[in-house]
């Protein structure tokens, strides 16, 4: 009966409480103005919620990926700098996604391990991640009016 109790006041307690804080999203992140499948590919908060919306499972996977969320990031910031070409923040931030991803795998396997890995001209697998997020962008239906470009 003691037992029983316990999971009770535990169950109404998890309910009451919401389970957990507020700023966890889905997929284990909290990167700052993620969206509501954990992370942020526009700066525009209606833009973020139609890709939010039909691309949600991609972007979950991505938010479970430091790495991915890092390419997101690094993408979004590279195109809010107006002193760079945000043509070429893709390639930029692949380039340092496959340099850390490469560090990172080759760790303790010596420089010709990493020098190897980033030489190969295969993507890491965070920025495959992230370009699955940017090929489902293509075909979500965003809000008229509004421009969404911040980072595909």
Request: hydrophobic share 30%.
């Given at each position: ?20 804080s ?39 996977e ?48 010596g ?13 890491a ?14 075909g ?13």
């Amino acid at each position: 009966m003691r037992i029983l109790a316990s999971v009770i006041f535990a169950g109404v307690c998890i309910v009451a409480c919401g389970g957990s804080s507020g700023s966890s999203r889905p997929g284990g992140t909290n990167q700052p103005g993620a969206g509501a499948c954990g992370v942020q590919v526009f700066r525009t908060p209606a833009c973020q919620q139609a890709l939010d919306s039909a691309c949600c499972p991609l972007a979950q996977e991505c938010a479970r990926d430091p790495g991915c969320v890092q390419v997101s990031q690094c993408i979004l910031s590279c195109k809010s700098n107006p002193s760079v070409n945000a043509n070429n923040c893709l390639q930029g931030c692949a380039t340092q996604s496959r340099v850390d991803y490469c560090r990172q795998a080759c760790a303790g396997k010596g420089n010709d391990c990493t020098t190897v890995c980033t030489q190969e001209g295969n993507r890491a697998e965070p920025m495959v991640k992230w370009l699955m997020i940017a090929d489902c962008s293509k075909g979500v239906d965003y809000p008229e009016g509004v421009t969404c470009d911040d980072s595909t």
